[in-house]
Each structure stands twice: as C-alpha cells, then as structure tokens.
C-alpha cells in the first residue's frame, strides 16, 4: 500500500529537531516492515499544531491527497496531527471523504474503523495539553518580563544574554539620526526612510527602512533608556491572537545606560506624534489620518467642506499632468463630499510663489494682516496684560465654586453641573496657555519679533529651486479649498514661530 507519514514539532530547537529526525527514520522503518511503500513523508519544523493555516508541509500533504498519491496517512500520535480538536477531525473527514485511512499508531486507531467519538476524546487531550502549556509559557513570561527580560533583537543594541543589551555604535547613529531628522527637520516617516535609504543606512536585517520601521524606532521608549515590558498577552492560544495590556500591567524598568538619546528629545517626538495625530485625524468616518511628506502637498491641503487632506493624481496624454483633489471625493464620489475642485500642481506651486512676493512686496499690508490675526487670537485688547489674565482666570475659579455648591444643594441638575464646568474648563485651558507664555512682549510688537521670521522663511523659499514639503512647512500651515474653488492660504501660528 502506498503511505504517506507526517511528522512535526513545536519549535526548531536543537532537542526537538533531533526528535523529528528520530521520527523520519522511524516512518521509514515501519513502512518496510509492514511491507508499505512509503510515497512521502511531511514534517513541519518548529510550527504550533494550534492551527493548520500556517504548516504548509501539512497543507502539501492534504493537496496530494486530493490528487491521490496515497491510500493511507500514517502519524505517531494525535498530538503530532493536531493539537486543535476542530481541525483534527475536519482533517480526518476531509482524507476519509477521499477514501483515505488515518492512522495514529500511540492509539493503535485509524479513522475508518474506529469510532469518531475515541478521535474527539484524543483531539480534546491534546488541545487541553496545548492550553496547559500556553498557560506555563504565559506565567513564565511575565516572571521574565517583571525581572527585566529584554527583547530578542532590538534596533541600536546587541543582545548580550537574557536581561542585558549593549549598545550598537552604528545602529545608535541611524536612531539619533531618525529623532534629528523627526523633530528638528520635520520630516515624516516614509520621508524619513526614503533618506536612510539613499545615504545606505539599514535596518538590524539589511533591509531597505519603510515608514512602519521608522515609527516603530520613535514610538520605542527603550531608546530614552526605559524598558517596558509585558505590553501584549496572547488572548487565544489557538489563534494566537494578541491583545495590548492596560499601563497598569506593563513591568516598566529604568534604564538610563541603555539611552541613545535623551528624555527630552523623545518626548519632544511623542508631542509631534500627537500634534500630527490630531491635527490630520479628520473624525468619523476618517480617523487615524496620519501627516505625510512624500510630496509637496502632503497633508498640506484641506478640504473645507469634509476635512480631510487632497491626494494627489496624475495622468498621461500628451503630457503628464499632476493635480490634487479631495480625498473623500476621489474615494466615494459626491456620496459623501461633493467638492469636484482639481488643482493643478504646477500652477499651485507658481501661484504660491507670486502670493509670497506680493507679501514681501507689500510690507504695510503684511504686518496689518499680522497684527489682524494677532487680535483674533488674544481674548481681548484689554486682557493683554497678565494682571488681567489671572484676574478673569480667579473669576472663573470663584465660578466654578458656585456651580458646584447648587448641585450639592441640589439647586442644580447633575447634566446642567457638567455643561456649565466644560464651558469654564475651556476658557481656563486658554488663559492658561497665554498665562504660560513668558513674555506678551513679542506678541504686542509683532512687527520687531514674528513679522521678521515670516519675512526669512518667504525669501528663502522664493530662492529655492526645488520646494519640498518641509520647505512649505515652514512658512503654511494648510491651504484651504472649497467645492467653489477657492483658495485659502493660512500661514503658521503666530506662537509657533516664537517658540522657535
């Protein structure tokens, strides 16, 4: 009779590889002293029997069954064949179906003579000992994680034993590199790996840098010298499915000699992550739109009707025209945004470039345009002063006293608490971001402090070439665009450019 055996273990260590090595020779021995002609023999190496999705050599074995190359599938124990009871037996009727015994030889049962209900009993052994072991391995990480246990293989550092890294001079250069280029150039991930890529720079694997690897180095709080651990925990050891754990669970451990940069510079990235995060994150159905500058206008124009940034297009005829358009629009048609505007590239780029020398041009209207939206961003001309800042920031606290003395004398409703404390709690937030600025000084004189530093970075765009995204960053906050074609140009914050 022509067999097939199918052998497999659990991991690809040296004990277990010699295990699998012991099986193939002892298929191969049955197989002649039973007078079988052994056809193949399928061994999957260092692969959970929790699911057959991912052991292609198990796979291969029931796709040459269904071409029939044998009569009989021969296996050690169930434990080898599956450790899920729901693929084991679709898996011994699927071969059935086709005419093709299964026989477990620990048991000394096969599947067309005995009984399925014997095949369930040994299936649900072999899970409930798979489920033990995934207990085992679950409590033995967290004692490891709770002690210190470094990852397998980190970027920036060299793993030395279990619970200590070294720091890798070369990989550490490429991590300073990252954070340099994400907070002081203002690049962004993907344009971030692009760079690395060109100047030769690669990941721990010799790879090519993506966008994904980028984050993951800036989202990565080892590199300020602190070590989480214990984040995730398999929530079905079947599946394998992770789920991320609450801060309250994770083992953190300080570190400060594992540092490649400093606590400063990585909360700095953290903030830009955020900033970036809530400023092109849309809402619903949009969220999690996240800051590009892979082209010139990446994430720089908005929709003014849906919110969201226009994508850019291209397309080729005669020529290649690139243009930009609404990202909702482009997606689902007027069904959800109906603003059709196209902007062609090019002629933006020349429009933007007239727009800025007209401001320098016109240096009387530039700083009444400055001083305007200096005035719109002050709670009043006569709240300039930090006298009068705290003044309306004590009368607002006395305020909130009151409210909350009538809910407790029941005077007011638990809702009615609630809207009238978020209205204070938002006019306190913006007191306190004026009352935190050090000095009015530069925001009163606009002119001797800001009106200079717009002045700088128009004249070195004018001059540039080549504009590149971070080029326009420097000078545009977004642009503007409704469903009628008009153009609004925002220039950066006021505050922002003093901060600088």
Same mark, same amino acid.
């Given at each position: 009779?022509?067999? @097939?055996?199918?052998?497999?273990?659990?991991?690809?260590?040296?004990?277990?590889?010699?295990?699998?090595?012991?099986?193939?020779?002892?298929?191969?021995?049955?197989?002649?002293?039973?007078?079988?002609?052994?056809?193949?023999?399928?061994?999957?190496?260092?692969?959970?029997?929790?699911?057959?999705?991912?052991?292609?050599?198990?796979?291969?074995?029931?796709?040459?069954?269904?071409?029939?190359?044998?009569?009989?599938?021969?296996?050690?124990?169930?434990?080898?064949?599956?450790?899920?009871?729901?693929?084991?037996?679709?898996?011994?009727?699927?071969?059935?179906?086709?005419?093709?015994?299964?026989?477990?030889?620990? @048991?000394?049962?096969? &599947?067309?003579?005995?009984?399925?209900?014997?095949?369930?009993?040994?299936?649900?052994?072999?899970?409930?000992?798979?489920?033990?072991?995934?207990?085992?391995?679950?409590?033995?990480?967290?004692?490891? @994680?709770?002690?210190?246990? =470094?990852?397998?293989? =980190?970027?920036?550092?060299?793993?030395?034993?279990?619970?200590?890294?070294?720091?890798?001079?070369?990989?550490?250069?490429?991590?300073?590199?990252?954070?340099?280029?994400?907070?002081?150039?203002?690049?962004?991930?993907?344009?971030?790996?692009?760079?690395?890529?060109?100047?030769?720079?690669?990941?721990?694997?010799?790879?090519?840098?993506?966008?994904?690897?980028?984050?993951?180095?800036?989202?990565?709080?080892?590199?300020?010298?602190?070590?989480?651990?214990?984040?995730? /925990?398999?929530?079905?050891?079947?599946?394998? +499915?992770?789920?991320?754990?609450?801060?309250?669970?994770?083992?953190?451990?300080?570190?400060?000699?594992?540092?490649?940069?400093?606590?400063?510079?990585?909360?700095?990235?953290?903030?830009?992550?955020?900033?970036?995060?809530?400023?092109?994150?849309?809402?619903?159905?949009?969220?999690?739109?996240?800051?590009?500058?892979? +082209?010139?206008?990446?994430?720089?124009?908005?929709?003014? +009707?849906?919110?969201?940034?226009?994508?850019?297009?291209?397309?080729?005829?005669?020529?290649?025209?690139?243009?930009? !358009?609404?990202?909702?629009?482009?997606?689902?048609?007027?069904?959800?945004?109906?603003?059709?505007?196209?902007?062609?590239?090019?002629?933006?780029?020349?429009?933007?470039?007239?727009?800025?020398?007209?401001?320098?041009?016109?240096?009387?209207?530039?700083?009444?345009?400055?001083?305007?939206?200096? @005035?719109?961003?002050?709670?009043? &001309?006569?709240?300039?002063?930090?006298?009068?800042?705290?003044?309306?920031?004590?009368?607002?606290?006395?305020?909130?006293?009151?409210?909350?003395?009538?809910?407790?004398?029941?005077?007011?409703?638990?809702? /009615?608490?609630?809207?009238?404390?978020?209205?204070?709690?938002?006019?306190?937030?913006?007191?306190?971001?004026?009352?935190?600025?050090?000095?009015?000084?530069?925001? !009163?004189?606009?002119?001797?402090?800001?009106?200079?530093?717009?002045?700088?970075?128009?004249?070195?765009?004018?001059?540039?070439?080549?504009?590149?995204?971070?080029?326009? !960053?420097?000078?545009?906050?977004?642009? &503007?665009?409704?469903?009628?074609?008009?153009?609004?140009?925002?220039?950066?914050?006021?505050?922002?450019?003093?901060? /600088?």
């Amino acid at each position: 009779m022509k067999i @097939a055996a199918y052998c497999r273990v659990s991991t690809d260590k040296d004990e277990q590889l010699a295990s699998l090595r012991h099986q193939r020779e002892f298929f191969a021995a049955y197989a002649q002293c039973n007078g079988h002609t052994l056809v193949q023999l399928y061994a999957d190496e260092g692969i959970s029997g929790t699911s057959v999705k991912k052991r292609g050599e198990f796979q291969r074995l029931m796709h040459d069954a269904e071409a029939g190359l044998f009569q009989m599938v021969v296996v050690k124990d169930v434990s080898r064949f599956a450790r899920n009871t729901v693929d084991a037996l679709q898996s011994v009727r699927r071969l059935k179906a086709l005419g093709i015994n299964t026989l477990f030889l620990t @048991a000394n049962m096969d &599947s067309m003579g005995d009984s399925e209900f014997i095949l369930t009993l040994f299936s649900a052994m072999a899970q409930e000992e798979s489920a033990n072991i995934s207990k085992r391995t679950k409590f033995g990480k967290r004692i490891n @994680a709770e002690k210190g246990r =470094v990852p397998q293989r =980190v970027f920036g550092y060299d793993r030395i034993d279990n619970f200590t890294l070294e720091i890798n001079p070369e990989e550490a250069r490429i991590v300073r590199r990252i954070f340099s280029l994400y907070t002081h150039q203002g690049m962004g991930c993907r344009t971030i790996s692009m760079t690395l890529n060109q100047d030769g720079d690669k990941t721990k694997f010799g790879n090519d840098w993506n966008a994904r690897g980028v984050r993951r180095v800036l989202t990565n709080p080892l590199y300020s010298g602190i070590l989480i651990n214990h984040k995730y /925990e398999v929530e079905d050891f079947l599946t394998g +499915h992770q789920i991320p754990l609450p801060d309250a669970e994770r083992f953190c451990h300080e570190r400060p000699d594992w540092a490649i940069v400093t606590p400063e510079v990585y909360q700095q990235a953290q903030q830009i992550l955020e900033s970036r995060r809530k400023q092109y994150d849309a809402g619903a159905p949009f969220r999690d739109s996240r800051y590009s500058g892979r +082209h010139i206008f990446s994430t720089l124009i908005k929709c003014a +009707h849906c919110g969201r940034s226009f994508c850019r297009k291209s397309y080729t005829y005669a020529n290649t025209r690139v243009y930009w !358009r609404c990202t909702t629009n482009d997606q689902y048609t007027a069904q959800r945004c109906d603003n059709r505007v196209c902007l062609d590239e090019s002629e933006l780029i020349a429009q933007l470039r007239t727009y800025f020398s007209s401001l320098i041009a016109d240096k009387p209207s530039f700083l009444s345009g400055v001083l305007s939206s200096l @005035a719109q961003r002050l709670p009043s &001309s006569e709240a300039a002063s930090r006298a009068e800042l705290e003044r309306r920031q004590k009368k607002l606290l006395l305020k909130k006293d009151r409210y909350q003395e009538l809910y407790a004398n029941d005077l007011l409703s638990l809702t /009615e608490l609630k809207e009238k404390l978020e209205q204070i709690q938002a006019e306190l937030k913006t007191l306190d971001g004026y009352l935190e600025q050090p000095e009015q000084a530069d925001f !009163r004189n606009p002119s001797d402090a800001v009106l200079p530093r717009y002045t700088e970075e128009i004249h070195r765009f004018l001059a540039l070439e080549t504009i590149t995204n971070a080029h326009l !960053r420097q000078v545009i906050d977004h642009i &503007s665009v409704n469903r009628d074609g008009n153009v609004q140009i925002v220039l950066r914050k006021l505050e922002e450019m003093t901060k /600088e």
